[in-house]
């Protein structure tokens, strides 16, 4: 898999590239007429972007000006695909103008134009806007190219990771609130999502949502390159369509807001730049300064991944510092024309490559494109929806959202999530300089802490609220109910060091110590969600061995890794004899062993070799007709390892355990099976599938030498016809069985989310 950068994370995602597609590059040189087709029907592609980018900075107090601001985009586009294409360490790769930094650049400028003192004319807040913009680009280049001259890229990977993250989540919130200002013409903050249902809102904005919830889908099902152009096509088409049965003309569409312009018939571009320096409005540009320092930031850090990526899906080595280097002076070149930031793009190389692009001349001729509407495309601009436009833009920050909140989730441990999270709320609510300080200091400062703060324990459970999947008589269920509270389970997280273990060791000492509470009998950790343990919190764990011999109870372990189960028995933690540790490979089969020990000390009858009648008995109670119930029931005897029910065939039967013990067996798509639960005698299995009418969702095999009777479908269809009473009685059984059931998975299911 590739690595994704964060400039392209907010963008369709790229495409990974097997063994096979890179040798198929291999055996196919660069050829002219496949480079030109790819290079053309990217560029066009990324015209689209570069103008949704365009319209994220020159919307809302800007918006009249948006004509000019595609311009500046386009020549910037120009400029630095042609230096990237020409002078980049890989052929076929492409540059593009990125949403990072063009989103935090639009606060910034919106943040100048407000400060704009009264009786501002509209020539200088185009002038500030313009001078401002190439400024930026003319730092962050210079920035690119110190760090590529002086080889100093890898200082940037020092930034922590939940920093980075909380940047990427702030620029995808800086975009989707983009795309919601260029659809709804003024500006749009979290607090004021109410204006979104005002009267007229909603058919300005939903058109787009719906182009960027089709994307996101597409994306997801099928990894293709023309899924982007052909929604933004069709999109394009759809609006017509609805502009065409609607009856409303485009004169009328354009004025309520729905199309871009109307626009001068004139080039898309002149030297704004050089004509501006004379109107610009410098005090409000200098107290911007967080926005000359943080796009610069975020860019050398998404250009660097982006660099990586291309590496990684190529197979061939990148000069990193040398990309650096060319970045720098294309966005030097770019500050002279227009200054909005581009780079390396990883999604736009990749979809050039997928089509046939090979050499540089695929890049030059995504150059050409953008380089031949800038000079005759500005009639196609008065014809552009603005739904199509913003809809891009917010699947570019829905896009990175989802991968910054949801994919990270499952990388980051929740103390680094939380910075994440504590950067984006600053960033939405404040701005996007205040969440960079505010993570920085939320980082350092959770560093320090985290020894004495962090809580190792994830859950504390009872053997009452988290039991084993084995399905018991009920007898035995009411006793293990009732010894519940001897036994206390600690589900562990994170990575274990001196500080963390030590507290865990003063929790046990505390749970022993409470009079208030029965005696402990049973300790199980579970170290299934532990990420690592230090050497020197295992000595915790010896002296917590040794508590265990001193007070009586167990100490049971489950879900060790191969690492930490080592230096368990290297410590003496663990010992050959067993001694009052215990080992399990997870949870459930620990707590399984936790419950037999319990029944076994207990005086109660064993779950095996009772005869039919005194099965049917522990199930239906004393007081049932049995031998009318048992008259339609099958035997059967199993060896060991047979199967009484396949996953995947029909369910017509229930059955009853007699003796014996069966375990219920999830095969999964890798091959590889998991044990659901494990049922003896005096159990049903079977009856859900059956009142369902739902294939066997798992297979159902004998753990043991077992005797089961079957109640088959037509059995209790002629049970139900010749003795009404005993099938409504057997009923009224199954109805109390499974409410039994969920009761007890929504007890398990509280203690699991408290």
């Known amino acids: 898999m590739i690595v994704v950068s964060p400039g392209d994370q907010a963008k369709e995602p790229p495409v990974t590239q097997s063994t096979s597609s890179v040798r198929a590059a291999t055996r196919n040189p660069a050829s002219p007429g496949r480079d030109l087709l790819a290079g053309t029907t990217t560029g066009v592609v990324a015209i689209v972007r570069d103008l949704s980018l365009a319209s994220l900075i020159f919307s809302g107090l800007l918006g009249e000006y948006a004509f000019y601001g595609a311009g500046l985009a386009l020549a910037c586009a120009v400029v630095i695909r042609l230096a990237v294409a020409l002078w980049s360490s890989q052929p076929a790769v492409m540059a593009s103008l990125e949403d990072a930094p063009a989103a935090i650049f639009a606060v910034g400028a919106f943040a100048a134009v407000r400060a704009l003192p009264a009786g501002s004319t509209g020539a200088e807040m185009f002038a500030t806007v313009v001078v401002f913009a190439a400024l930026t680009a003319a730092i962050c280049g210079l920035f690119f190219l110190l760090l590529g001259t002086f080889r100093l890229g890898y200082l940037v990977r020092f930034v922590p990771y939940p920093v980075v993250g909380g940047f990427l989540a702030g620029v995808g919130y800086l975009v989707v609130a983009g795309s919601l200002r260029v659809m709804i013409g003024q500006p749009f903050r979290l607090v004021d999502a109410g204006v979104l249902f005002q009267s007229g809102m ?93 796009v610069p930031l975020v860019s050398v850090m998404s250009l660097l991944l982006n660099a990586t990526g291309m590496e990684l899906a190529t197979r061939r080595d990148v000069d990193l510092n040398r990309e650096l280097r060319v970045a720098g002076l294309a966005n030097l070149l770019g500050a002279g024309v227009g200054g909005i930031v581009g780079y390396q793009s990883n999604s736009m190389s990749a979809m050039l490559r997928e089509m046939g692009g090979r050499g540089r001349l695929a890049g030059l001729a995504a150059a050409g494109v953008a380089g031949v509407f800038l000079l005759a495309g500005h009639v196609l601009l008065n014809y552009l929806p603005k739904a199509v436009l913003g809809g891009m833009l917010m699947y570019f920050g829905i896009t990175l959202l989802i991968r910054c909140l949801f994919t990270s989730r499952r990388q980051l441990p929740w103390g680094d999530y ?26 350092v400062l959770l560093f320090v802490v985290r020894s004495s703060r962090l809580n190792v324990v994830k859950r504390q459970l009872s053997g009452a609220q988290r039991r084993s999947n084995v399905d018991r008589p009920a007898e035995h269920r009411r006793e293990l109910e009732q010894a519940g509270d001897h036994v206390t389970i600690l589900q562990l997280a994170g990575y274990l060091f001196f500080g963390t273990s030590f507290q865990l060791l003063q929790q046990v000492r505390r749970r022993l110590e409470d009079a208030s509470r029965p005696r402990l009998h049973y300790l199980v950790l579970d170290f299934r969600l532990v990420s690592g343990i230090d050497s020197s919190a295992v000595f915790s764990f ?45 949870l459930d089969h620990g707590i399984e062993w936790v419950e037999d020990s319990l029944l076994r000390s207990r005086p109660l009858p064993a779950p095996r ?7 049917l008995g522990r199930i239906f109670g004393p007081q049932a007709d049995l031998d009318r ?12 390892g047979a199967v009484l029910m396949r996953q995947g065939e029909p369910s017509d039967d229930i059955c009853f355990i007699e003796s014996g013990r069966v375990t219920v067996k999830l095969a999964l798509d890798n091959g590889k099976t998991i044990r659901l639960r494990t049922m003896q005698a005096g159990t049903v299995v079977g009856e859900i599938g059956y009142y369902l009418g739902l294939p066997r969702t798992a297979s159902v095999v004998a753990a043991e030498p077992t005797v089961v009777h079957r109640l088959g479908g037509q059995a209790l269809d002629a049970m139900t016809r010749e003795d009404a009473a005993t099938a409504a009685a057997f009923h009224r059984y199954m109805a109390a069985l499974l409410a039994e059931r969920l009761t007890e998975a929504n007890r398990h299911l509280r203690a699991m989310t408290d």
């Not at 023309?226 to 569409?253: C, H």
């Not at 939380?418 to 980082?443: C, D, N, R, S």
């Not at 070799?609 to 099965?615: D, P, Q, T, V, Y």
Request: charge should be positive.
């Open 629 to 640: 119930l048992a008259k339609y029931l099958q035997r059967e005897e199993l060896a060991r």
């Open 609 to 615: 070799s009772a005869s039919l009648r005194e099965a």
């Open 202 to 294: 909603p058919e300005r904005w939903l058109g787009g949502a719906g182009i960027a919830v089709l994307l996101l889908v597409l994306t997801r099902i099928r990894k293709h390159y023309l899924i982007l152009p052909g929604v933004l096509v069709a999109g394009v088409i759809g609006f017509y369509a609805i502009l065409l049965l609607s009856g409303a003309s485009l004169d009328q569409a354009r004025q309520s807001g729905y199309v871009m312009g109307p626009f001068p018939a004139q080039p898309i571009w002149k030297p704004h730049l050089w004509h501006a320096l004379g109107q610009v409005r410098w005090e409000v540009i200098w107290p911007q300064a967080m926005t000359l320092v943080a």
């Open 418 to 443: 939380a910075v994440l999270l504590m950067i984006l709320l600053v960033v939405a609510l404040a701005g996007f300089a205040q969440g960079v300080g505010a993570g920085i200091f939320a980082a």
């Open 542 to 586: 010896v002296r917590m061995r040794q508590m265990a011999e001193g007070a009586g109870f167990w100490l049971v372990c489950t879900g060790l890794g191969p690492l930490m189960l080592v230096r368990m028995r290297r410590t003496g933690v663990v010992e050959a004899g067993g001694g009052a540790v215990r080992v399990f490979r997870d």
